[in-house]
């Protein structure tokens, strides 16, 4: 009888997941074309399923999950930053503009994580010392 530990149904389960979320995403991408919501839902998407392979691959190395915890932080402050610049400057530029929030929530916040995300990974990678 094949026996697994907790540590490998985790991390069985964050690959089936991370796989799953790139099949939806270039499904979505077949479908969608040049909507620009669809572009961010989509890269979102990949971005979550690029976390899930990597914890599933390399998830049992303290290491590296510290590189993916200190990865995902920084891609959270640069998303929260974009998110209320992408907020608040269409309120302060435009101010008769009654749909100027919806630029930080749907645009700038999802787009400012997943550069912050790469930017994270580029950083981790190349400057941990760990």
Request: aromatic share 10%.
């Amino acid at each position: 009888m094949l026996s697994m530990s907790m540590s490998s149904l985790r991390r069985f389960a964050a690959a089936a997941l991370g796989l799953a979320a790139i099949l939806l995403a270039v499904t979505s991408m077949v479908r969608a074309g040049s909507d620009v919501f669809a572009v961010m839902i989509q890269a979102l998407l990949l971005t979550g399923a690029a976390f899930l392979l990597w914890f599933a691959a390399l998830g049992n190395q303290s290491s590296e999950r510290t590189k993916l915890a200190r990865t995902l932080q920084i891609g959270a402050v640069v998303g929260g930053i974009a998110l209320v610049a992408g907020f608040f400057g269409p309120l302060l530029f435009s101010p008769g503009s009654n749909q100027g929030p919806l630029l930080g929530i749907f645009i700038t916040g999802p787009a400012g994580f997943v550069l912050g995300c790469i930017g994270g990974l580029v950083w981790t990678k190349l400057f941990s010392k760990s």
